[in-house]
């Protein structure tokens, strides 16, 4: 089975701070993906990614930005932490060539407070 | 542009009774669609896809949807519901539009009384 690991449930960061959120999967997926997910608004799209070095703006990625070095791990990167980017967090990955609809592997989420 | 609703934030229904889910998309191309399910503290787990050329597609756990074109519906059904179905449901849209987006419904969170 596609194993997605996000590498913490929950975290608490202050406003303002530096907040790194990890991804890895093990089976050797091209894409990934970064959701967030607020209670009324479903999964939002954050970033993408298709290939190594490679990354896309999904919906909403003010405020966020993102790390691919090595095809097994997608980072989440918030440059200053805010408020209202409280939230639960998805990972995901798939390898969804062209013309395929495989569907997506998540991640058990993380969820961030930042107070 | 791709889009996803969900008729309905919740969903309430008896054990053994008809569980539908309704889910309208808009898409510039044939799309792929898929239904996911949540269980508390989880991430969310594929349902069912879409596959070209059939109109009801099963999934898992006795669910299946019907892909209707002329209405851009994809409603999930199952013909009697369990306790163990209560989690929440959404319907996703993707296309080959140069990356693979997934666009997400808000979601519909169902509850089953016993």
């Known amino acids: 089975d596609v194993k997605v ?23 050797d997926h091209e894409n990934m993906f970064w959701y967030r997910q607020d209670p009324g608004l479903g999964l939002r799209l954050i970033y993408f990614s298709y290939d190594v070095k490679m990354k896309e703006k999904g919906d909403i990625p003010e405020g966020y930005s ?37 569907p997506l592997h998540f991640g058990n989420g993380t969820r961030l407070t930042v107070t | 542009a791709q889009s996803v609703t969900q008729l309905g934030s919740h969903v309430s229904v008896s054990e053994g009774a008809l ?31 879409y596959t070209t050329g059939a ?13 209707k074109k002329s209405e851009t519906s994809f409603h999930l059904t199952k ?13 996703a849209v993707s296309e080959d539009t140069g990356g693979f987006k997934t ?3 808000a979601g519909t969170r169902l509850f089953v009384k016993a």
Not at chain 1, 66 to 82: D, G, M, T, Y
Not at chain 2, 58 to 67: H, L, S
Request: aromatic letters at 12%; glycine letters at 4%; hydrophobic letters at 35%.
């Open chain 2, 19 to 49: 569980v539908l889910l309704r889910c309208n998309y808009s898409s510039s191309v044939p799309p792929y669609l898929f239904w996911y399910v949540q269980y508390p503290n989880q991430g969310l787990q594929l349902l069912l896809k």
């Open chain 2, 55 to 67: 109109t009801l597609v099963k999934g898992i756990n006795g669910f299946e949807a019907e892909f």
């Open chain 1, 5 to 27: 690991t996000q590498s913490s449930r929950y975290l608490v960061k202050r406003t303002g701070e530096k907040v790194f959120l990890e991804c890895v999967q093990d089976m």
């Open chain 1, 66 to 102: 993102v790390s691919r070095e090595k095809k097994e791990r997608f980072s989440l990167i918030l440059e200053s932490a805010s408020t209202n980017q409280t939230s639960m967090y998805l990972c995901a990955s798939t390898d969804r060539d062209r013309g395929s609809n495989s």
């Open chain 2, 103 to 105: 666009i997400f419904g």
């Open chain 2, 79 to 91: 013909p009697s519901a369990h306790m163990s179905d209560a989690a929440e449901y959404f319907c």
